[in-house]
């Protein structure tokens, strides 16, 4: 079970999100709030949460100052602003934040991202299969390699295939498939399968039907699911749950 720190100043905000997300389905056991940077850094320091969604503008101490004096723990950073704090979000950058979210704050979009952060969670709570490792990685020296990476892990669950991947970049397909194997030492289409069965282990831990996590990772079809996980985990989705 996981951790996560809501930081804003505005109490409606705070006190909402953790009341109106169904943090038990993300399989989050404690949700902490604060109002200011100041509070979320003495919650940071005292919980070492998995997760931290907070506003940047804040009194006392704003969220830039507060990642800056807690970037020596490790977690996620989810970023709420306005248009008007452009400039603060991209102080942010240093720090990797897994997103931004404007301001007023969309719940279904806000669950659907947070569905997408804890399964990033499985490499901090859980042993990740080697054969899966190099999914892990997310940072080459190709830009376009970079742009492709990020692409298929925010968009795992639309139909991916080589050439929608290089036409969303506008390079060729020839070029992107070479290059791929090149730096990440696996096709893309491996990536791609290997990166949705690292995605559904996760979502198998929550209380939802195989089917559904199934369609969660982009698999259309139940059947294509099972066959790669069988594939790189050498086990069924249901022999897995059982032994979770």
Same mark, same amino acid.
């Given at each position: 079970m996981y951790k996560v720190i809501i930081i804003d100043d505005e109490r409606m905000i705070r006190e909402g999100l953790k009341a109106s997300i169904d943090w038990r389905k993300l399989n989050f056991s404690e949700v902490y709030i604060a109002k200011d940077g100041i509070e979320g850094q003495d919650l940071i320091v005292e919980h070492e949460p998995d997760l931290v969604i907070t506003d940047i503008k804040m009194p006392r101490m704003n969220g830039i100052e507060m990642l800056e004096k807690t970037k020596h723990i490790q977690f996620k950073k989810l970023i709420l602003s306005s248009y008007d704090d452009f400039e603060y979000a991209k102080a942010a950058i240093q720090f990797q934040v897994?997103?931004?979210?404007?301001?007023?704050?969309?719940?279904?979009?806000?669950?659907?991202?947070?569905?997408?952060?804890?399964?990033?969670?499985?490499?901090?709570?859980?042993?990740?299969?080697?054969?899966?490792?190099?999914?892990? !990685?997310?940072?080459?020296?190709? =830009?376009? +390699?970079?742009?492709?990476? $990020?692409?298929?892990?925010?968009?795992?669950?639309?139909?991916?295939?080589?050439?929608?991947?290089?036409?969303?970049?506008?390079?060729?397909?020839?070029?992107?498939?070479?290059?791929?194997?090149?730096?990440?030492?696996?096709?893309? !289409?491996?990536?791609?399968?290997? =990166?949705? +069965?690292?995605?559904?282990? $996760?979502?198998l831990k929550q209380p939802l039907k195989i089917y559904e996590v199934s369609d969660k990772i982009g698999y259309n079809e139940y059947k294509a699911f099972n066959y790669n996980f069988h594939k790189y985990m050498n086990m069924t989705p249901n022999q897995y749950i059982k032994q979770i």
């Open positions: 897994v997103d931004y979210l404007l301001k007023p704050i969309d719940e279904d979009e806000l669950f659907d991202l947070l569905e997408e952060i804890t399964t990033t969670f499985t490499e901090k709570h859980n042993i990740v299969p080697d054969i899966l490792k190099p999914v892990l !990685k997310t940072d080459y020296e190709n =830009y376009y +390699i970079n742009q492709a990476v $990020q692409y298929i892990k925010q968009n795992i669950r639309l139909e991916l295939d080589n050439e929608s991947i290089a036409n969303r970049l506008n390079i060729s397909t020839s070029y992107l498939m070479r290059t791929f194997k090149q730096y990440t030492g696996i096709t893309m !289409k491996d990536f791609v399968n290997r =990166y949705r +069965i690292y995605h559904s282990l $996760q979502l």
